[in-house]
């Protein structure tokens, strides 16, 4: 499973107008699927360096089953049932930024309640790394991304899992809260992220 991951903040209009444009778009997604197309979510997040000068942004993870799926999905997000919710949704956003990323363990968490983003230390190896992790994110039920080809803003991995967790030692990562704007669930407490060190 691959996941195109975009960022993006809004300009000068109310978070709830600009979220309720973000569902319709995500709605008309859903509605009509391009092929190979599994899900979309749109996280709130607040302080990630690389969206928004770190203020209040989005994280939209757009989930494919492999990377022939892309093009359907990059064609079909601007064309037929989805273009008018696709428009309105950019008219009223200020900037954004994206990535294409890999599930490498686990799952891809509905509603993930944290992201930890972490770079691979020098000298640790991919298997040791891979294989430090699969009982974390086994235990917190989340999944483990990986960016690919340097396509992102963002250190190499992602965790994602419902509450926070501790990475094992020696990784350290960079962990924000989200609140769910899709597919819509609870609502959740917007706290401020932790601002330990990449």
Known sequence: MLAYVFWHWRRDVSAARYETLQRAFHAALRDAPSPGFLGSRSLALTGAPWAGGGGEAYEDWYLVENSAALDPLNA????????????????????????????????????????????????TSYATLFAAFEPLVRRSGGGLWCRHMVLGPTPEFCLHAPEPVALPDPFVGRTFPYRTVWPETRARPDPAPDRRPD
């Open 76 to 123: 079909a997000a601007v064309s037929a049932s989805r273009q008018a919710a696709h428009d309105a949704a950019a008219a009223v956003a200020a900037g954004g930024t994206a990535g294409l990323y890999g599930l490498r363990s686990g799952r891809a968490v509905e509603a993930p309640g944290i992201a930890t983003w972490f770079a691979k230390p020098d000298g």
